[in-house]
């Protein structure tokens, strides 16, 4: 199995590399060119950042039209989930409209970004109940693609899906064993 983690340039890529590896990954390309990720078995969009910096990157090399058509299991990771939905709140940018949701900044009075360890709860279908390492300043609205949610001041997603297309707010890469898990689970 060939895995593609897409590279530009808003991506936290050595440690989700060093994850892939440890799930049993051989076969990984790190890259941004369009032939290597439409015949990738498995795509990871990664991202950490400005959304409105990480879009126009995506726009440069033509990205964004790219993501949406992909037809293998895409796994989006904490910005790149934000970037999948509609609208993101930060820089005030349109997304790829995979999600409904739009990207909302957490309300006054609470610690951003929200950083560290925080309990995701999922449909029994997914049974991701467990710890998860977060880092992010905006959240995904709940909408009808959540299938996890997490609690910070709001109730927001952790995990959404739309036929091939998942996203985690949360970085599996930096969540240990249950991050491991939740990573084997997307490459099967």
Known sequence: MMVAVIDYGAGNLTSLKYALERCGVVNLNITSDPDVILNADRVIFPGVGHAAFAMQKLKQKSLDILIPTLKQPVLGICLGMQLMC??????????LGIFEAKV???GSGLKVPHMGWNTVKSSTELGL???????????????PQTLAVCHYGTTFSAVLRHDNFTGCQFHPEKSG????????????
């Open 129 to 143: 109940d467990n710890y998860f390492y977060f880092v992010h300043s905006y959240y995904v609205e709940s909408c």
């Open 177 to 188: 064993e249950a991050g491991e898990q939740f990573l084997k689970q997307f490459l099967l």
């Open 104 to 106: 909302r900044r957490f």
């Open 86 to 95: 509609a609208y993101s709140e930060e820089g005030e940018v349109h997304g």
